[in-house]
């Protein structure tokens, strides 16, 4: 895939294994969120980087917390793109 982030390759499985795991198709998902199937098919494939809106509206319809879907999309994220706190440097962390 290329071109797609990391992050956005994980959201898309995160929302893909949700959707199947409900007995969704992507055509019912789509239709609850009130956009196209082509559109959530991007959004699997990481192609597509939903809003905040959408996000909220797939989660819901999903009957799944944003926290749980983000949960779900970090463990989906490749090991080295993680960014954990014990990572990341104290001077990351406070503005200058």
Known sequence: ????????????????????????????????CGVDRTYISRIERGLKNPTLSVIWDIATHLKIS???????????????????PENQATSDLVDD
């Not at 071109?3 to 795991?21: D, E, H, N, W």
């Open 1 to 32: 895939m290329a071109g797609s982030s990391p992050i956005s390759i994980a959201f898309g499985k995160a929302v893909k294994q949700q959707r199947l795991t409900k007995g969704l198709t992507q055509d019912e998902l789509a239709h609850h």
């Open 66 to 84: 944003l926290v749980a879907l983000t949960t779900l999309t970090m463990q989906k994220m490749p090991v080295d793109h993680t960014v954990l």
